[in-house]
Structures are given as C-alpha cells and as structure tokens.
C-alpha cells in the first residue's frame, strides 16, 4: 500500500490507547487491536462510535490523538467524515482548539482557505458554521468574507458561498424582526403609549 502523508499518524491511532476497554464491549466486531487505515480507506465504525457514543474522556482522546492533522484530515474523503464528527460531539473547549487549528495563525487563514476550496474541506467547513457558537460564527463568516469573490471562482468554494450568503441573509430577517426592533428606543416609545400590552406593563415597572 502506498504511503501517505498521514498514513502513519492514522495507522499510530490504535483505540487500545485511546479508548477505554468498554469500548471494545460496545464493538466487540473490531476489539481494542484495531488501527485505523489509510485516510483513502474508509475508518472504521468504531471510531465514530466512540466520537458519538463514547466518554468524554474518550473523544477527548482521539481529538487529542488528531491534534494537528485536522486541516490535512478534512481534505480526504473519509476522514473529514471523523473531523465532522469531532466538532458535531466535542466539548465547547475541544471544539475551539479544533477551529483554531483551521484558522491558522496569521490573518490569511491558509488553511482555512484551503479547506473551503476542497472538494471534502469545504463540507467540515459548514460543519464548523453549523456546530459553533455565535461569537465564532461571526469570526469566521468575516473571514471568509474576505475571500467570496475568489471562491465562486473555485467548483466547491462555490458551496461555502451558498451557505455564507442563506447565514447572511438569516442575520439580516433576525436585526429586522420585530423581537429585534423592540430592543430599540422607538419600540420602547410605542410600547410605553399601549400598543402592547405586555410591554406597556414593563415599560410602566420602569
């Protein structure tokens, strides 16, 4: 079998270390023996079962064991399937390391742009969008402002468009709902008059 660039990082990952051994009683079909394959193979179930129905000591774990790789890992078929699982079933704490990561360290986000650009990365992008708290969600959605004119350019950059511009747009129906606009001094003014009820009593309390 040929060698890949994270062919021993994932064949490393043995769920004896990163598991506990009732694991191995939740899928005795693979046993605690078990070394994930080369990221062009599909891993195996039990790995996500872990992610998904594990410990939290256990996911911890294996998101420690993928500390590092996660950029590289969403770039490949299968195992950007385990990176979604990670920030789908990871602590709030585990979940920023992992976005980090796909940051980077400089304003460019490299890897970040990388990803958006991937035929795989761009789909753990939207993950990360989907599964992030709000504050990072509007980090990451100026970020990737930045570069939307570049990415229509690019066959699966055109999908994180898609997502950012319905995010966009979402944001937009919320500042001008109604709910949003009674946080305003207008709102307040026409609540005080009696046009709502419950607000006039708030307004009244004041």
């Known amino acids: 079998m040929p060698s890949s660039p994270l062919g021993s990082h994932w064949c490393c990952l ?42 939290s000591e256990e996911r911890s774990c294996i998101i420690s064991k993928l500390s590092g790789e996660i950029v590289k890992m969403s770039q490949q078929k299968f195992a950007s399937n385990v990176i979604e699982k990670c920030l789908t079933y990871s602590s709030p704490e585990e979940r920023q390391l992992l976005i980090n990561e796909m940051l980077g360290s400089t304003e460019e986000n490299e890897p970040l742009q990388a990803m958006m650009k991937d035929q795989f990365g761009n789909y753990v992008v939207q993950k990360v969008l989907e599964t992030c708290d709000d504050r990072n969600r509007e980090l990451i959605l100026s970020r990737i402002k930045v570069h939307l004119n570049t990415l229509k350019r690019y066959t699966y950059g055109k999908h994180i468009v898609a997502r950012v511009e319905k995010l966009i747009a979402a944001g937009e129906r919320r500042i001008g709902s109604p709910s949003s606009a009674c946080n305003s001094s207008t709102c307040s003014s026409t609540s005080s008059n009696g046009a709502d009820g419950s607000q006039s009593s708030s307004a009244s309390n004041n």
Do not use: D, Y
Request: aromatic share 2%.
């Open 14 to 55: 043995n769920l004896s270390e990163i598991a506990a051994p009732g694991v191995a009683a939740c899928c005795p079909q693979f046993g605690l023996g078990l070394l994930l394959p080369e990221p062009s193979r599909k891993p195996p179930t039990a790995v996500q079962h872990v992610l998904q129905h594990g410990k």
